[in-house]
């Protein structure tokens, strides 16, 4: 059973940078595959990026390549969510999530076993 607590939300301008953490605690961190999730209100979860068990591989939403940068440290049981230009409509919860297929990088919500609780990201006009 993985436990995974998220953190670093909060309220930024347009343009403006958040870094969203996730650490995991009661499994082998380095045995997941590992995504971020977001959901705005009145809307579907959907995936934002993933990255591998290793590390050495990801993929981004279209909505957001270029702009946001997921990374993992293993040791530290820890996966990242970089935010960089930061647009109003990223708005949303953002979910960590832990899926057993280690090369998975994305998926459908279904595919992944562990969430963590969520935090809030809003970014002002």
């Known amino acids: 059973q993985v436990q995974l607590v998220e953190s670093g939300g909060g309220l930024v301008q347009a343009g403006g940078s958040l870094r969203l953490s996730c650490t995991a605690s009661?499994?082998?961190?380095?045995?997941?595959?590992m995504s971020w999730f977001r959901q705005a209100p009145g809307k579907e979860r959907v995936f934002v990026g993933g990255?591998?068990?290793?590390?050495?591989?990801?993929d981004y939403a279209n909505s957001v390549k270029g702009r946001f940068t997921i990374s993992r440290d293993n040791a530290k049981n820890t996966l990242w969510l970089q935010m960089n230009n930061l647009k109003p409509e990223d708005t949303a919860v953002y979910y960590c999530?832990?899926?057993?297929?280690?090369?998975?990088?994305?998926?459908?919500?279904?595919?992944?076993?562990?969430w963590g609780q969520g935090t809030q990201v809003t970014v002002s006009s």
């Open positions: 999530a832990a899926s057993a297929t280690s090369g998975l990088i994305r998926g459908a919500t279904t595919a992944y076993s562990y």
């Open positions: 009661g499994g082998t961190f380095s045995k997941y595959a």
């Open positions: 990255i591998n068990w290793k590390g050495g591989t990801t």
